[in-house]
DNA sequence: CATGAGCGG
């Protein structure tokens, strides 16, 4: 399950998410999108967990809490774009759960 | 260089 984790401290990195969402279940990866040119944070990032229960229960739990001295937003990710490529646009259907 | 609604390569 791809966990979407908004408003994030530009100082919170991929460990962190990865240090608080293992605290529910087991993180399959943690990413925190920061800006290319710059490097800098975003303020969001990305958490995936093999549990869908405890990803549910993290998200949950962890929704509008607070973190690092910022509250967060804690919601089921989307699907990525399919990246630009020499394939044709797969119309990739909504995850529906 | 600092920045605050939002979904990554």
Do not use: C
Not at 27 to 34: P, R, T
Not at 53 to 71: V, W
């Amino acid at each position: 399950m791809n966990i979407f984790i908004a408003r994030l401290s530009y100082d919170t990195s991929s460990e962190d998410l990865q240090h608080v969402f293992e605290g529910y279940g087991e993180v399959s990866s943690s990413k925190v999108i920061m800006d290319y040119e710059t490097g800098r944070s975003k303020g969001y990032g990305f958490v995936e967990m093999d549990n869908d229960e405890a990803a549910l229960d993290a998200i949950h739990d962890l929704n509008e809490t607070e973190l690092d001295g910022r509250t967060i937003v804690v919601k089921k990710a989307r699907p990525r774009s399919s990246r630009p490529s020499n394939s044709y646009n797969t119309s990739n259907s909504y995850n529906s759960w």
